[in-house]
């Protein structure tokens, strides 16, 4: 995330330096979520029969090769196919991780090894942007986090060990078609509340990542050092929340109380950015935004991986698709309503209260059925 965080800021003006217009801008930011859509199922599944390790190897080395590339590159081509296969890539590596953490962690454990990797994420995520920021060229921080990935290879491949118990994924895994995978995780599945939760949080947040530059230069003319501030308050916050609360709060009030807790807050921080009224209220209620939606992703990845009989990395995986297809979405709808001064913050609060309240009953029949099951285990 550190190397994700680098880049973020050059990767839309070196775009620009090779002659990239708005809209192939677009194209490169969508394809890398795209990417992540349809693969991360597919790297997860792999995880489950061929072991977390091998995973992560070929998504950090393959990362590390897309980063290099991207940076090399000299024309849009090849920064479409370079960032194409950074999503490919990158789809490997974080579903292989949380299904990891799951694998080495119990029940009780769970929700706080989420929160820490929820923190750890966190705090690359800030650091990067402010690092890709002072470099002086805009396709050097491509070169760092080429190299920052290719570092984090030889680091598991030296000293992480496999997680997955042996022989586990052949007996009881079995392979099948990345169609029916879909087809089993998305109708079928209990699950499919907790995907839906992960998409429409998602879906919110990244909609008001998308306006929130316009927003505040446009009411108030504050720019990146304004913004930058604001999200390192929210990430001084979240991140020892995350890292140090979390699992104890998920332990004592349980996953469903707070998603929903975070879907709510989520909502009423977005809802309240359309009263700030000056710096210290704008970067508050961005804070209570990002404190619900960043509560929500490793409560949610802790509460599917005790429930999914399909795998961790399956599942995992499934989430992560959901996430991706959030992250496509979002945006477009949110500088839809903001090109149509249609108050997109409002929107989206609404958006995710009505899921909120549509998905009420879904998770508390899961977490009726975990209860019941864990009755059954004790007796």
């Known amino acids: 995330m550190l190397g994700f965080g680098i880049i973020i800021p050059n990767l839309a003006y070196y775009a620009q330096d090779i002659g990239a217009t708005e809209i192939e801008i677009a194209i490169l930011m969508s394809i890398y979520s795209g990417m992540q859509l349809l693969f991360a199922p597919i790297w997860g599944r792999l995880s489950d029969k061929h072991g977390r390790k091998p995973a992560i190897l070929l998504g950090l080395l393959g990362n590390a090769a897309a980063l290099i590339g991207f940076g090399l ?3 849009y081509v090849w920064l479409f196919i370079a960032r194409s296969a950074a999503g490919i890539a990158s789809a490997a590596v974080l579903p292989s ?19 820490l990797m929820g923190a750890a994420m966190g705090l690359g995520f800030i650091l990067g942007p402010a690092i890709g920021g002072i470099m002086g060229s805009h396709n050097m921080p491509f070169f760092v986090a080429g190299g920052l990935s290719l570092l984090t290879f030889l680091f598991a491949l030296i000293l992480l060990p496999e997680s997955l118990r042996k022989g586990l994924s052949e007996d009881r895994h079995e392979w099948i078609s990345p169609r029916e995978l879909w087809h089993q995780t998305t109708l079928k599945s209990p699950l499919s509340p907790l995907f839906l939760v992960a998409f429409f949080s998602t879906f919110s947040f990244a909609g008001l990542e998308m306006t929130f530059p316009l927003f505040i230069e446009d009411k108030w003319n504050y720019g990146n050092r304004e913004m930058g501030w604001m999200f390192m308050v929210m990430g001084a916050i979240v991140v020892p929340l995350q890292g140090g609360l979390l699992g104890r709060l998920i332990n004592k009030f349980g996953e469903r109380s707070i998603v ?13 950015l359309l009263a700030a009224d000056s710096f210290a209220s704008l970067t508050l209620y961005l804070t209570i935004a990002g404190i619900g939606n960043q509560l929500i992703r490793p409560t949610n990845t802790s509460w599917i991986s005790k429930q999914t009989q399909i795998g961790q990395g399956t599942a995992i995986g499934i989430m992560d698709a959901f996430l991706s297809l959030g992250r496509i979405l979002g945006p477009l709808l949110g500088g839809w309503l903001y090109a149509k001064e249609a108050y997109p913050y409002a ?10 309240l549509c998905l009420y009953i879904p998770l508390r029949r ?8 864990s009755q059954q285990a004790k007796s």
């Open 260 to 272: 929903l807790t975070g879907l709510l807050l989520n909502a009423l921080g977005m809802a309240l």
């Open 347 to 356: 929107v989206l609060a609404g958006i995710l209260v009505i899921a909120t």
């Open 73 to 75: 590159a000299k024309d």
């Open 97 to 115: 991780v949380m299904a990891y953490v799951a694998d080495i962690t119990t029940s009780e454990e769970r929700g706080r090894g989420m929160g």
């Open 366 to 373: 899961i977490r009726d059925e975990v209860v019941s099951i």
